[in-house]
């Protein structure tokens, strides 16, 4: 086959040189046919083209098993399928000694015919301002509090103008997708119609035929409260939403490259909104190259949003029983709750930064929610009635050790602990929650401490002045009992008085 340098070679001497077809196959060494073919064709590449399949004898006998293997292939998972040179090895056990090369031709040949090759061939996309958004999550890597973690990030992007949001959790469950969908509305200002997900388990319980799928009911709970219809792609078809796919792919580098540092999520979630915001005033979008992905959002998506509607309230809830010492187990962590809920049972709602805990549909405790293992959450209000009954809990008591007490009751209790009745001094300032609540017991105790003084009974006594009821308004006398005349001071009205009594 000539190569192209020798194809302009013979170009060259013939039209720009003039030689003859003769002199020019003699100074280069070839064939004159060759030589007018170049000049007479007037191609600059000569292409060598196979017209005749290559004969492959040792094959030819074991076609049939090989398509047999093939179909089979291409009807699994693509975790699943096997590799060429694994089917290769199967005929080969079968008896068949044909080499790779001629099945990989062979295997080749065969998706080419059976139209395998188009599954890597998609339809590009096209969506109208406020139609649909995607969601999906992505698992990044980052530095918290000095120690490299794994966070789920929340992706979500407007398929017309490409805006973005990310949030991230320590955890892909139901309530972080409810608490996911909240933020990027309010992010976004308002809701798309559409909402495209994969099957993730959070929000399908089953997937049926076609696009039929059974749908979790608190998920569908969700999709009303915000008027969003799910459509959730075909399984292993990641393209059909593509643009949150590709958004990952793009944002990794953006937002996670290099390793973000951090001391906790919310600082985290704070710099993603900043730097997701950056990158869509930064960047043209795909399809409006003048234009910002910002400014397409602003100018012509963000006013055919619905306006966005109260938040999900989404929890994922768990009947469980409280113990006798006013602990719920929940999440490989322990809760308080008030004391008349102790030994019942009662329904945790889990919040995605929150646990409530519930009594007959009552809240009885309501605390921080803790990703950590093993960690106990005391609220001490809770176990003020059962101080009233105990006292001598006060010692050793777990929910009214100063590290679970607020900061001036903690001081209070450890200038306390010094003196032989600061045990019933303490029990004296926390019975006094029970009428004025713990945060005035709390400034009653701050206001102590800064006069320099840690008593019982001083702390009571500011207690009762801080919870004095306010004096009586005073009130405007109607127009009709108004005097006309003001009286007038005269003594001698009583020396009558005194005179008519000797008269008598």
């Not at 292409?47 to 030819?60: F, G, I, S, T, W």
């Not at 509607?309 to 809830?317: E, K």
Request: charged share 25%; hydrophobic share 40%.
């Amino acid at each position: 086959m000539l190569v192209v340098e020798t194809i302009a070679k013979i170009r060259r001497k013939h039209f720009g040189g003039g030689e003859s077809i003769r002199s020019i196959a003699r100074d280069l060494g070839i064939s004159r046919n060759t030589v007018r073919k170049v000049v007479r064709g007037g191609a600059t590449e000569h292409r060598y083209e196979q017209r005749v399949a290559q004969p492959r004898p040792k094959l030819d006998g074991f076609t049939d098993v090989l398509e047999d293997l093939l179909e089979a292939n291409a009807k699994r998972r693509p975790r699943d399928r096997l590799t060429l040179k694994a089917i290769w090895r199967r005929l080969c056990d079968g008896g068949c000694d044909a080499g790779y090369e001629a099945v990989r031709r062979y295997a080749r040949q065969w998706a080419a015919e059976q139209g395998v090759g188009l599954a890597g061939a998609h339809v590009p996309l096209a969506f109208d301002p406020g139609e649909a958004f995607q969601f999906d999550w992505s698992h990044e890597l980052v530095l918290l509090a000095g120690m490299p973690m794994t966070v789920k990030a929340a992706q979500f992007t407007l398929c017309y103008s490409r805006m973005p949001f990310v949030r991230c959790y320590p955890r892909e469950t139901q309530e972080m997708v409810f608490d996911a969908h909240d933020r990027a509305f309010a992010s976004f200002g308002g809701l798309c119609g559409r909402g495209i997900y994969d099957n993730m388990t959070t929000a399908v319980k089953r997937v049926l035929l076609g696009r039929d799928r059974e749908i979790n009911p608190r998920f569908e709970r969700m999709c009303s409260h915000y008027l969003i219809d799910p459509e959730f792609c075909t399984p292993g078809a990641g393209w059909e939403k593509g643009r949150v796919e590709r958004q990952v792919a793009t944002l990794r580098n953006v937002l996670f490259k290099p390793r973000p540092a951090v001391e906790t999520l919310d600082c985290l979630n704070g710099q993603l909104a900043q730097r997701c915001m950056s990158h869509a005033r930064d960047h043209p979008h795909p399809d409006f190259p003048e234009m910002s992905i910002f400014e397409v959002f602003a100018c012509e998506e963000q006013r055919c949003l619905v306006p966005g509607m109260a938040p999900f309230r989404g929890h994922a809830s768990h009947p469980t029983m409280a113990s006798k010492t006013g602990l719920v187990r929940f999440d490989n962590n322990k809760y308080s709750v008030e004391a008349r809920a102790a030994g019942r049972p009662v329904e945790v709602r889990a919040l995605a930064q929150s646990v409530e805990i519930r009594l007959d549909g009552e809240v009885v405790g309501c605390h921080e929610r803790d990703f950590r293992r093993n960690r106990v959450a005391y609220d001490v209000s809770h176990y003020i009635p059962i101080l009233a009954r105990k006292p001598g809990a006060i010692r050793n008591g777990a929910p009214f050790r100063a590290e679970h007490l607020p900061a001036p009751l903690a001081r209070v209790r450890e200038c306390l602990d010094g003196r032989e009745d600061g045990g019933a001094h303490m029990v004296r300032i926390l019975l006094g929650a029970r009428d004025h609540g713990l945060e005035a017991v709390t400034a009653a105790c701050a206001e102590a401490l800064e006069a320099g003084v840690c008593n019982a009974d001083v702390i009571v006594n500011i207690l009762s002045r801080r919870c004095q009821p306010l004096p009586v308004p005073d009130v405007a006398t109607p127009a009709g009992l108004e005097l006309r005349s003001e009286p007038v001071a005269d003594c001698a009205r009583y020396d009558m008085l005194l005179a008519g009594e000797n008269s008598g």
